[in-house]
């Protein structure tokens, strides 16, 4: 069986945990090295994925670029407008023919049932790297930076500010498979999808949806938020104004607990969704989550090509 990495739920919490396990392991064994320099063991030494980007992307592309390099592998990165993907090749179609060409396909779509199509006719395996509707390398990054500042995910409480978005979906299924708590503070109308809700909810998370921004954050241990209009979201005006109560700034960072971290999967739009003073405070860990992108997906790319 071809495994994807679609949603958080198609490895499950033991694999999400040993994905972990390793990215701290590799990590560690690499410090302080040239990020270029492949590991001592290579493990994916001859295999290549392909990138396909019909979003933009910084952190996602030189993650995942670099990650492969580290693993002894190389990638191709496509921007779809310049497939023939952009010009009416069928996914489906495009998967067949990149299935006999590279070892893995990343994608990042504006529609996730593309993603679905393209792993259904895939032979190789299909990497979520952002969808309309979830975004589980990001979290698996998140959850290794946690991890890394001494928390155990069992029992954390983690306060999510603004947009029921992509992002915050896959939070939310984490906090299903590795049993933490989630309270969404948010506008009405923004809320996350409810089927991540109650999966979550069905699998011993703990998920709270409040108005209160101060309700949310209240003794948490992690402070997240996100940028209040997602790439190919509508309607920017009115969600701007409907997002302004939930900014991070001091005074709501002042309401979580006393070493509370603060988190962004960046790109950050400052002065909205963060100030400049949390995001440059010492209780910001954004810039170690953007590192982590490469090591969290390095264990990724390990356990699609069955190493763990
Ligand atoms: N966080 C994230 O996915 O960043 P990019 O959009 O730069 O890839
Ligand atoms: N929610 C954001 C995440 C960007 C990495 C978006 O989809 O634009």
Same mark, same amino acid.
């Given at each position: 069986?071809?495994?994807?990495?679609?949603?958080?739920?198609?490895?499950?919490?033991?694999?999400?945990?040993?994905?972990?396990?390793?990215?701290?392991?590799?990590?560690?064994?690499?410090?302080?090295?040239?990020?270029?320099?492949p590991?001592?063991?290579?493990?994916?030494?001859?295999?290549?994925?392909?990138?396909?980007?019909?979003?933009?992307?910084?952190?996602?592309?030189?993650?995942?670029?670099?990650?492969?390099?580290?693993?002894?592998?190389?990638?191709?990165?496509?921007?779809?407008?310049?497939?023939?993907?952009?010009?009416?090749?069928?996914?489906?179609?495009?998967?067949?023919?990149?299935?006999?060409?590279?070892?893995?396909?990343?994608i990042?779509?504006?529609?996730?049932?593309?993603?679905?199509?393209l792993?259904? $006719?895939?032979?190789?395996?299909?990497?979520?790297?952002?969808?309309?509707?979830?975004?589980p390398? @990001?979290?698996?990054?998140?959850?290794?930076?946690?991890?890394?500042?001494?928390?155990?995910?069992?029992?954390? @409480?983690?306060?999510?500010?603004?947009?029921?978005?992509?992002?915050?979906?896959?939070?939310?299924?984490?906090?299903?498979?590795?049993?933490?708590?989630?309270?969404?503070?948010?506008?009405?109308?923004?809320?996350?999808?409810?089927?991540?809700?109650?999966?979550?909810?069905?699998?011993?998370?703990?998920?709270?949806?409040?108005?209160?921004p101060?309700?949310?954050?209240?003794?948490?241990?992690?402070?997240?938020?996100?940028?209040?209009?997602?790439?190919?979201?509508?309607?920017?005006?009115?969600?701007?104004?409907?997002?302004?109560?939930?900014?991070?700034?001091?005074?709501?960072?002042?309401?979580?607990?006393?070493?509370?971290?603060?988190?962004?999967?960046?790109?950050?739009?400052?002065?909205?969704?963060?100030?400049?003073?949390?995001i440059?405070?010492?209780?910001?860990?954004?810039?170690?989550?953007?590192?982590?992108?490469? $090591?969290?997906?390095?264990?990724?790319l390990?356990?699609?090509?069955? @190493?763990?």
């Amino acid at each position: 069986m071809t495994r994807h990495f679609i949603s958080l739920a198609d490895a499950g919490g033991p694999a999400v945990a040993a994905m972990i396990d390793d990215a701290l392991g590799r990590k560690a064994a690499r410090a302080g090295w040239p990020k270029g320099r492949p590991d001592a063991d290579a493990p994916l030494a001859g295999r290549v994925l392909a990138m396909i980007f019909e979003k933009s992307s910084t952190r996602t592309r030189v993650s995942f670029d670099m990650a492969m390099r580290q693993l002894g592998g190389s990638a191709i990165v496509m921007e779809a407008g310049s497939m023939q993907l952009g010009r009416g090749e069928t996914v489906a179609d495009t998967a067949r023919v990149l299935s006999r060409m590279v070892d893995a396909i990343m994608i990042r779509t504006d529609d996730h049932a593309k993603i679905e199509e393209l792993a259904h $006719h895939a032979g190789v395996p299909v990497i979520n790297g952002l969808t309309d509707l979830s975004h589980p390398c @990001q979290i698996m990054a998140d959850l290794l930076t946690i991890i890394e500042r001494g928390h155990a995910l069992p029992g954390l @409480q983690l306060a999510w500010l603004g947009d029921g978005n992509n992002v915050l979906h896959s939070l939310i299924e984490a906090a299903g498979l590795m049993q933490f708590t989630v309270r969404v503070g948010g506008p009405a109308g923004y809320e996350p999808d409810m089927a991540f809700v109650e999966r979550a909810r069905a699998a011993g998370g703990e998920v709270i949806l409040t108005r209160n921004p101060r309700e949310a954050v209240a003794g948490a241990q992690v402070v997240v938020t996100d940028c209040w209009v997602s790439m190919g979201q509508a309607g920017g005006d009115a969600r701007v104004a409907a997002m302004r109560p939930y900014q991070v700034d001091a005074a709501l960072m002042a309401g979580a607990a006393q070493d509370a971290i603060f988190m962004h999967c960046l790109p950050a739009h400052r002065g909205e969704e963060v100030t400049d003073a949390v995001i440059d405070s010492d209780r910001s860990v954004v810039w170690d989550e953007a590192e982590n992108r490469i $090591h969290a997906q390095k264990s990724v790319l390990r356990w699609v090509f069955g @190493q763990l």
